[in-house]
């Protein structure tokens, strides 16, 4: 098992293209990086939804002839790493409805915090769920009656109620809408292509790839309809102050090609490895990150600290999971696979080696042993982020607090774990000062365990499928009684 944290999905919407499938195709290629479990395209064909979903990467899924056969001028994707619910094909999105109010599609980015009990409430009001993904219960709210004015106050009813992190592309039949969280998690941005049509993206490379020009980020708490009338704004939480932005998006999530609230997250990755070399100032021979993650810090840190720079990690770009049973032989060879060491480079050399973090340190450890191996005379492993000391609640898959290094191991006994000469991390305040934003900004919980939003403890990502679980347990057990009363 990968154990560096997943990604969370990715989402894209157009409107307004006469090859909106093709067009939302390319957009969800450029946000693969944040899901390979599945991927999915609904498109509206001005009578009817279009859907196709499947499990594997998005090229696996879509070919020529299938996208053509997607007709619409408006269509979301969604590109899927589960963070709540099983990696199955029911849980893929989008997901789509038929009701009341019409038909609506909907694909969500985020992880809502309060998902367990707004389903109990639901379910007691007759909701049936057809899957175990924390989306649903955002379209089963938007499903129910509420105060006249159509989508629009739906969806206020509904962000009023739910809590935690969402940035969502919602389709109907005559709307694109793109939703973003009071806290604004999640990252949303809009974009228009050359005949008018609007898109939207959780980054910004996909539009580059659609060759969109980028219109602005979403605010926090701000809805956008687009209609053929053109596109109007709501804000839904006028009051809200508080920004918690996931910092973990500039030192890992994100593209280096994508710009978030106006920094380019290649440059503030720089940055942060300039900042890291400023804060461990270490003897050497090279720099050589950990590729691709470690890449742009690694860089930064050559250039303020004058230390040569070396690829002495090759990346194999070819190499799928491994479905052999995970035994110590198999978990070896899954964490060298990836990585093949120049050894010449590095023989007899003191060496810094820098990643964007450390989490159960198993590849670290590994990384670490190739170089010695190799004869390095020294190694040095710094980390361009602080130590993760608490799981995340919004949507990355980090483990559990207990099974995370910096919990179970103290500095000097991670390092000894490495086996590195030393070890080192950017400072909370240094990561910070590189993004060029305030401090105010941003969701640091995975790093000081100020959660911006409260959460149900035990909260995992089979929550929902736990709790069915036991709903289910439960009625085969009064199923049971019931029919050995009957036959007593």
Not at 146 to 157: N, Q, T, W
Not at 261 to 288: F, H, P, S, T
Not at 310 to 336: I, K, T
Not at 423 to 431: F, I, K, P
């Amino acid at each position: 098992m990968d154990p560096r944290p997943k990604h969370y999905c990715g989402v894209f919407g157009v409107f307004g293209h006469p090859e909106a499938a093709v067009v939302c195709y390319y957009g969800l290629y450029a946000l693969q990086h944040r899901g390979q479990e599945s991927a999915g395209i609904v498109t509206f064909d001005g009578s009817d939804f279009q859907l196709h979903k499947g499990m594997g990467l998005v090229p696996a899924i879509f070919d020529t002839p299938l996208l053509e056969s997607m007709k619409g001028a408006s269509a979301i994707g969604h590109t899927r790493y589960s963070t709540a619910g099983s990696s199955t094909l029911r849980n893929a999105q989008p997901l789509t409805v038929d009701c009341s109010r019409g038909k609506i599609a909907i694909a969500h980015n985020g992880n809502l915090t309060n998902a367990a009990e707004l389903r109990d409430a639901l379910e007691a009001k007759g909701s049936i769920f057809q899957t175990t993904v924390d989306s649903e219960i955002i379209l089963h709210l938007l499903a129910q009656p509420s105060r006249p004015g159509g989508h629009e106050s739906a969806l206020i009813d509904a962000m009023h109620r739910i809590q935690g992190a969402y940035s969502l592309v919602i389709l109907t039949e005559t709307e694109l809408i793109g939703v973003r969280d009071p806290h604004g998690f999640r990252p949303l941005s809009l974009g228009q292509m050359a005949n008018g049509a609007y898109v939207l993206a959780s980054e910004t490379c996909a539009f580059d790839l659609a060759k969109a020009r980028f219109i602005r980020d979403l605010d926090p708490g701000e809805i956008v309809i687009i209609t053929k009338d053109g596109l109007r704004s709501v804000q839904a939480f006028p009051e809200q102050k508080r920004r918690a932005f996931c910092v973990f998006e500039y030192v890992y999530f994100a593209r280096p090609d994508s710009s978030i609230d106006g920094r380019n997250v290649y440059q503030v990755r720089v940055e942060m490895g300039r900042q890291l070399a400023r804060e461990n100032k270490i003897d050497a021979d090279m720099v050589i990150p950990v590729p691709d993650s470690g890449v742009c810090a690694a860089l930064g840190y050559s250039m303020e600290s004058g230390i040569p720079f070396e690829m002495a990690f090759v990346r194999n770009h070819y190499v799928g999971r491994s479905f052999l049973q995970p035994s110590q032989f198999v978990r070896d060879f899954a964490v060298r696979v990836k990585l093949n060491l120049i050894g010449d480079l590095v023989k007899g050399k003191r060496v810094i080696i820098i990643d964007d973090s450390i989490v159960r340190g198993t590849t670290s450890k590994a990384r670490v042993a190739s170089l010695k191996e190799a004869g390095a005379r020294e190694v040095h492993f710094l980390v361009s982020c602080p130590p993760h000391v608490n799981p995340c609640v919004y949507g990355i898959d980090f483990p559990e607090r207990n099974k995370l290094m910096a919990v179970t191991h103290t500095r000097e006994g991670i390092r000894d774990f490495l086996n590195a000469d030393s070890l080192g991390y950017l400072t909370e305040e240094g990561m910070v000062r590189a993004t060029g934003h305030p401090k105010d900004r941003f969701c640091l919980a995975c790093f000081n365990g100020d959660y911006p939003v409260k959460f149900q403890s035990g909260m995992e990502k089979h929550l929902l499928e736990q709790r069915r679980n036991r709903v289910s347990g439960l009625g085969s057990e009064v199923a049971a009684a019931e029919r050995q009363q009957q036959l007593l």
